[in-house]
């Protein structure tokens, strides 16, 4: 199969001129030739994907996002961070079924697709038996998108020797053609260590499992308020070192770690991540949406840090939508750092797409527009009357693009996504998706405690 994806732009990093308008040859899975308007060779060509008017970047990836929070979405309010999380998230994942897990992750590959994200990272914030595992794993499979599913490990794994999340990634890994990863969760930040969901031995063998598994883990970090009462601050005080100390001196801390959020950075934490290769998983729109605060992102990037991007999930800042990531990120740095242009526009790209391919040691695959690497590729429509008119592409695709605006979506040369609408499933199925997961969502925040009065 050889598709050609011509009329629009391209947003390859090495040739800026093709901004302007560029062509886009795939056979099969793979991007074989990029070029100029009308200098790929045409024949054989068995599909022509019109992009006129249109921007064609590499599929986003999203690095920090939790499928579920789909169906408690606007539950949590105006609560902190602290607040939401022991009065809104607790009860809600102790109430979650098995049908609650499928069709959000129905829904929630369903509106990734939408806005142009092609690769999820979903960050388990529950334990998972193979069946619900199936339950959470089969619709990704179905929708055609990547998922690197981080399966929870808690304390009471430990003397089971990880059976649970060695079975897990021996069973799913590297299924629907390589589309499905597995790696894992353990949660090192002081909230959860208080809270009993983690420990010392925990982290250090279940890191020792990644290691052995050569696979990634995800963990929140240095996240929430500053309170001395039950924020952040509390818990350096009283464990006497920060997040990234504690994973330091653990000798854990290496470029398999998605640090999600990492808002409050203190002393050395910087240098360590830095040192170590870790990711750092921005999610800007979910930091103000809880009063969180602002993550020094551009200093994280000056001090040679990768950071990768994140929608964190639609229960706390109600979007999946990875281009507001990538407009949050530059605003908030502009307004942080009194400058209109603190980030650079190309490196906010790359933080939505090749970084995030990174820390999940896809880099070579995918992430980037050149020959040779998977065809995942978003093409997003800036002749609306929101973006027009265009005169700095980029920019028009940063600051006033939607995630909606995505008109063709791709992942290994098969379009999920064509002229705005699934190839996969039909508007019957979508609206049977949207019935389901409402009633659903209605159901667990009734089960909860939690439904609106």
Not at 2 to 19: C, D, N
Not at 339 to 360: C, F, H, K, W, Y
Not at 371 to 379: K, Y
């Amino acid at each position: 199969m050889r598709t050609l994806i011509s009329g629009g732009g391209l947003v390859v990093a090495e040739r800026p001129e093709l901004l302007e308008g560029g062509d886009l040859l795939i056979e099969d899975a793979v991007i074989a030739q990029i070029g100029e308007p009308g200098t790929l060779p045409g024949d054989g060509v068995d599909k022509v994907v019109d992009a006129t008017g249109c921007l064609t970047m590499p599929g986003l990836v999203n690095t920090h996002q939790h499928d579920w929070y789909v169906l408690g979405k606007g539950l949590g309010g105006d609560m902190i961070l602290e607040q939401w999380i022991r009065d809104c998230l607790f009860p809600l994942k102790a109430n979650l079924s098995i049908d609650d897990l499928r069709v959000a992750s129905e829904l929630a590959c369903l509106d990734m697709i939408r806005s142009g994200t092609t690769t999820s990272v979903n960050h388990l914030v529950v334990t998972t038996s193979p069946e619900q595992e199936d339950a959470i794993l089969e619709p990704v499979v179905q929708s055609g998108m990547r998922q690197y599913f981080a399966k929870a490990i808690r304390p009471e794994d430990v003397p089971s020797a990880y059976e649970g999340a060695r079975a897990a990634h021996e069973r799913w890994n590297g299924r629907a053609a390589g589309r499905i990863g597995i790696g894992f969760v353990l949660e090192a930040t002081s909230h959860w260590m208080a809270a009993g969901t983690s420990t010392e031995e925990m982290v250090v063998g279940g890191h020792a499992l990644a290691q052995e598994l050569d696979t990634f883990v995800s963990s929140h970090i240095a996240g929430g308020s500053l309170s001395m009462e039950d924020g952040y601050l509390k818990f350096v005080e009283e464990m006497g070192r920060t997040d990234l100390e504690f994973l330091h001196r653990a000798g854990v801390l290496d470029d398999r770690w998605i640090l999600a959020h990492t808002i409050h950075p203190m002393g050395d934490d910087l240098d360590l991540i830095a040192a170590a290769g870790s990711t750092v998983s921005h999610t800007p729109s979910s930091e103000a949406a809880r009063g969180g605060g602002i993550a020094p992102i551009r200093d994280m990037i000056r001090n040679g840090i990768n950071v990768a991007l994140g929608t964190d999930g639609p229960m706390v800042d109600l979007t999946n939508d990875m281009i507001e990531q990538l407009k949050w990120t530059r605003l908030l740095q502009n307004q942080v750092h009194g400058e209109p242009d603190s980030i650079d526009l190309r490196q906010l790209v790359a933080m939505g797409t090749s970084n995030g391919a990174q820390v999940l040691r896809a880099q070579a695959s995918f992430g980037r527009i050149a020959p040779g690497m998977r065809a995942d590729l978003a093409t997003f429509d800036l002749a609306t009357l929101h973006s027009a008119v265009v005169h700095r592409p980029l920019s028009s695709l940063i600051h006033s693009a939607r995630g909606l605006d995505a008109k063709h979506v791709m992942v290994d040369g098969e379009l999920l996504l064509e002229d705005h609408r699934f190839t996969r499933v039909d508007d019957l199925q979508v609206a049977d998706v949207l019935a389901r997961a409402g009633e659903r969502g209605r159901d667990l925040a009734q089960r909860s405690g939690l439904a609106p009065a």
